[in-house]
């Protein structure tokens, strides 16, 4: 999840840097997520998402995946970093904006079909503090994010941040959606 907070010197994006030791991008700067658990699929959520939203996501997602996915992103961003998308039992999906997936190459180890998810951080609620999965986590202005040691692949989703921030709010639920092939290739999303 890309949970930003506006400030007068420009956006800053809630990420954390890997352990060294990590099996996947050790050590470098990712935002908060993980994969889908089963318990996903039937979590409450305080508010459901909004309709262009669950769109977005059902286009390459059944509808039970979709929701599951946003509540994933916001498990994931309660257990990495402390903070709760909203007020509890459940998450505010409604919140949640859409913006773009990322599927790794075939030839990879580790392989990902990753939904980036966006959340306005006045949402969140509590204070850093991680479940030890990330270290370094704090708000990073968009330049401090970019000179430290990041995969290719959270670059490119950062542009599109860049480019989904500087759009007027209306236009946001109306434009084209994106995904990255393979090694990075970016192409429309096939509707």
């Known amino acids: 999840m890309i949970l930003w907070r506006d400030t007068p010197r420009g956006p800053e994006i809630l990420m954390g840097r890997r352990h060294a030791s990590a099996r996947f991008m050790p050590g470098v700067l990712v935002f908060p997520g993980g994969m889908v658990d089963r318990a996903d699929h039937a979590a409450e959520a305080a508010s459901e998402l909004r309709a262009p939203v669950r769109a977005m996501l059902e286009r390459r997602a059944k509808p039970s995946l979709a929701?599951?996915?946003?509540?994933?992103?916001?498990?994931?961003?309660?257990?990495?970093?402390?903070?709760?998308?909203?007020?509890?039992?459940?998450?505010?999906?409604?919140?949640?904006?859409?913006?773009?997936?990322?599927?790794?190459?075939?030839?990879?180890?580790?392989?990902?079909?990753?939904?980036?998810?966006?959340?306005?951080g006045e949402v969140a609620t509590g204070s850093l503090a991680g479940s030890g999965e990330l270290d370094e986590i704090a708000w990073y202005p968009e330049d401090a994010a970019r000179s430290g040691r990041m995969a290719p692949i959270t670059a490119l989703v950062l542009d599109e941040f860049h480019a989904w921030h500087a759009m007027p709010a209306a236009a946001r639920d109306e434009r084209d959606l994106i995904v990255f092939m393979g090694l990075d290739r970016r192409r429309p999303e096939g509707a």
């Open 67 to 120: 929701r599951a996915l946003a509540i994933a992103a916001c498990r994931e961003l309660q257990e990495e970093t402390g903070l709760s998308f909203g007020s509890w039992p459940g998450p505010e999906l409604a919140a949640l904006d859409y913006l773009c997936r990322a599927v790794t190459p075939a030839s990879r180890p580790i392989r990902f079909n990753a939904r980036f998810l966006i959340g306005p």
